[in-house]
């Protein structure tokens, strides 16, 4: 309850204008340790720096509020260019993509403007041997996202195209025992949006219990599943899962966000786990930024202790 309230006084002070301003103007220097730069090429270095410490990347170009046709379709290209550009220096293109940015919900020669972009992005990455995730966003694109994400997987395959499933929503179970004959792939999270309890679980003990249900019926199902947290009990109960079910370490893996638990994400590579890193990058990142903050008081305290030092 206090995780919740702490979350909504965040995001309702971060959707200030002046706040906007004031953390746009002197907070991109304390941003950097969430958000890997403002274009391609910095994505692409942060992806070989952690490929040093045996850490995979997932590529994510910031871009909310984005809302006209044409802005969707330029997104659209820009994520093109990003898995061009990956493959051309050797990295085997992986992102991230949130159906909004490149115009779900807006029809164009009458089709979803989401669908016809995302087919082109997986179309490519699929070219290049790579994958695409659909990002889940708030409640009310749930059911447009997971018929596309099925639309996507028939064309493409399950070895290109991935979604997530947010543990906080009641109707998650229901929504990967539907998508089973799939075989999908599927990252699990708890949920990062601000919903109403009719909808999402308030109590973040069901919010947990809710998580491990969800991976542990990925895993004995046998499909592939992205364990994306930082909850290090949660990760510790995955642990003894696989062991005690026999699940192979290529069966899943581990995912964290850049710049969080940097010693963790470190650590479960060492001990030969596989995992990856959600970079985010691009010139809007404000939003991004400002959930992070409403994850964790900590965050907020080193923003501040960021921006007072000028
Ligand atoms: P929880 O919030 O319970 O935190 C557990 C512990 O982890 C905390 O006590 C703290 O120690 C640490 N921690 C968590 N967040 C931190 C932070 N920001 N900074 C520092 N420490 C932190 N959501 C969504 O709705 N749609 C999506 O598509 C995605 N995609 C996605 C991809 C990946 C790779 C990750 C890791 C997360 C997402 N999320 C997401 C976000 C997700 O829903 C959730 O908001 C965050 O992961 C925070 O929840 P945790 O599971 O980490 O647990």
Redesign the pocket.
């Known amino acids: 309850m206090i995780?919740q309230l702490y979350r909504k006084a965040v995001l309702t002070v971060s959707g200030q204008k002046f706040v906007e301003d004031l953390v746009r103007s002197r907070g991109w220097r304390v941003a950097q340790r969430?958000v890997a730069g403002e274009d391609a090429a910095s994505a692409l270095r942060a992806v070989r720096e952690l490929e040093g410490d045996g850490i995979l990347g997932?590529l994510d170009l910031l871009g909310e509020f984005i809302d006209s046709p044409e802005q969707c379709s330029a997104f659209a290209e820009r994520v093109l260019s990003l898995l061009d550009q990956a493959n051309a220096a050797g990295i085997p293109p992986y992102v991230?993509v949130?159906l909004s940015s490149v115009g779900q919900g807006q029809t164009v020669n009458g089709e979803d403007l989401g669908l016809t972009n995302a087919r082109r992005i997986v179309s490519r990455a699929k070219g290049y041997g790579g994958f695409v995730?659909l990002?889940?966003?708030d409640h009310t694109r749930v059911d447009q996202t997971l018929t596309q994400f099925r639309l996507l997987v028939n064309e493409f395959g399950n070895e290109t195209v991935g979604t997530?499933l947010?543990s906080y929503l009641y109707r998650s179970e229901a929504d990967l025992a539907a998508l089973q004959d799939l075989r999908p792939n599927l990252?699990i999270?708890?949920?990062?949006?601000l919903e109403p309890p009719s909808v999402a679980m308030p109590d973040?003990a069901d919010?947990?219990a809710s998580?491990r249900r969800l991976v542990y019926a990925q895993l004995r199902a046998g499909h592939y599943v992205?364990v994306?947290?930082?909850?290090?009990r949660?990760i510790e109960d995955v642990k003894h899962f696989v062991l005690a079910h026999g699940v192979r370490r290529d069966a899943f893996e581990f995912?964290?966000?850049y710049?969080?638990?940097r010693d963790l994400q470190k650590e479960l590579a060492r001990q030969g786990y596989r995992v990856?890193?959600?970079i985010p990058y691009g010139r809007d990142w404000y939003p991004y930024f400002s959930?992070?903050?409403a994850?964790?008081p900590?965050?907020a305290l080193f923003v501040l202790r960021g921006m007072l030092k000028g």
């Open positions: 995780d969430f997932n991230s949130k995730c990002d889940m966003e997530v947010q990252r999270v708890k949920g990062a949006y973040k919010v947990d998580y992205n994306a947290t930082h909850d290090e949660l995912q964290m966000l710049g969080v638990r990856r890193a959600y959930r992070r903050i994850e964790t900590r965050n």
